[in-house]
C-alpha cells in the first residue's frame, strides 16, 4: 500500500509535517502486517496526534489515565494508554486526604513496560506524536521511561514530551524521595513541556517559590535545564491560585510569561492534575506559538468541571468539604471539547 505525503494538523496557522523517514515507517508497518488490518491512526491520522499517555489508573472513579486520556479523545487525539499503577479505586495515601479506605490493585514494573514497548514496536506502532506522563512509584520505572524517551525519539525526533512530574503537593512527598533527583537530573533535561505544581516546582529548582516573580524564576531555572514550555499549574498567593506560564521559544531570547488567577473552590478534587496536564498538552498542540491561550483554555475548562461537580454533590446534600470528590468528567465534555474562556492570562512585560 503507498501512503500519499500526509501532514499533522497542529492548527488553522501552524502544520507539523511528516517526514520521507515516517512515510517510510508506517509504509513498513503496512507491508509486515499482511495478516493484519492497517492500522488507521497511522494511515489516517487524526489531525492533532497520537499520544502514548503512562501513568496511573483507576477502576472506579477519574485520576491518571482515566481521568487524561478521555479528554484527550474529545480534543481529536488518538491515545493509547499504559497503567503504571492500577488500582480498584482512588487511594488516600497519595494525596494524604481523606479518601476510600482501602484499595486492591498492580503497580507494573520497569520490565514489565519495557515488555509492552517492544510488543509495539515488534509489530510498527510506535510512531507517537506526543508521550503524556504522570504519577511514575519507582525509580526503575522513571528511569524505563527514559529509555522509552530514546526509543520513541529515534522513531519520530519530533515527538513531544509532556511531562507532568508528580511527587507530592502542600510541602509532602508521596513518592520515593528518590525520585526527585532522577526527575531534576535526567527527566527535565528531555522534556519538551513540564507542568509541576508549586511544591514540585520548588523540588525540581531547588528554590522557594512565594511570590509571581519567585514563580517566574522557578521557570527560568527550569528553561535553562531543558523543556521549552513550563506551566507552573497551581501557586497560592494572598489566598487565591496563580497559574505562571512561560513559553522559551528561542534560545537568545527571554521567555513570553503570563499568570491567570484562579479563585480557590473550597473543597478537593481527585485527578485535577492529570486533567490538567492533558488539557494543557491537547490545547497547546492546537496553538503551538500561544501558551498562554492554551492554559486559558484548559483552565477555564478545568474550573467548569469543578463547578458542576461540587454543585452536584451539594446537589444530592453531600458535604463538599467532608472528603476528596471525584470529578464530573464525563458530564462536563461540552465543556472540555467548547470552552467558553471565563480565566484569562495577563502577560508579564
Known sequence: MLLRSLRLATSSHSRISISRETHIFRSRSLRNSEMAPPLLSLALPSETGRVLSIQSHTV????????????????????DPINSVQFSNHTAYLKNDAGYPSFKGQVLNGQQLWELIEGLEANNLLYYTHLLTGYIGSVSFLNTILEVVN????????LIYVCD????DEGKLYVPSELVSVYREKVVPVASMLTPNQFEAEQLTGFRIGSERDGREACNILH??????????????D???????SHKKEKDQ??????????????YFTGTGDLMTSLLLGWSNKYPDNLDKAAELAVSSLQALLQRTLNDYRSVGYDPQ????????IQSQDDIRNPQVAFKAEKFN
Open 60 to 79: 472506579q472513579g477519574y485520576v491518571g489515565n482515566k481521568s487524561a486520556v478521555f479528554p484527550l479523545q474529545l480534543l481529536g487525539y488518538d491515545v
Open 151 to 158: 526509543k520513541l525519539r529515534s522513531i519520530n525526533p519530533k
Open 165 to 168: 512530574p508528580v511527587l507530592g
Open 224 to 237: 535553562a535545564a531543558g523543556p521549552s514550555k513550563v506551566v507552573i499549574t497551581s501557586i497560592v498567593i
Open 239 to 245: 489566598g487565591s491560585l496563580h497559574l505562571i506560564g
Open 254 to 267: 527571554s521567555p513570553e510569561q503570563f499568570k491567570i488567577v484562579i479563585p480557590k473552590i473550597p473543597a
Open 322 to 329: 467532608s472528603s476528596s470528590l471525584e470529578i464530573r468528567l
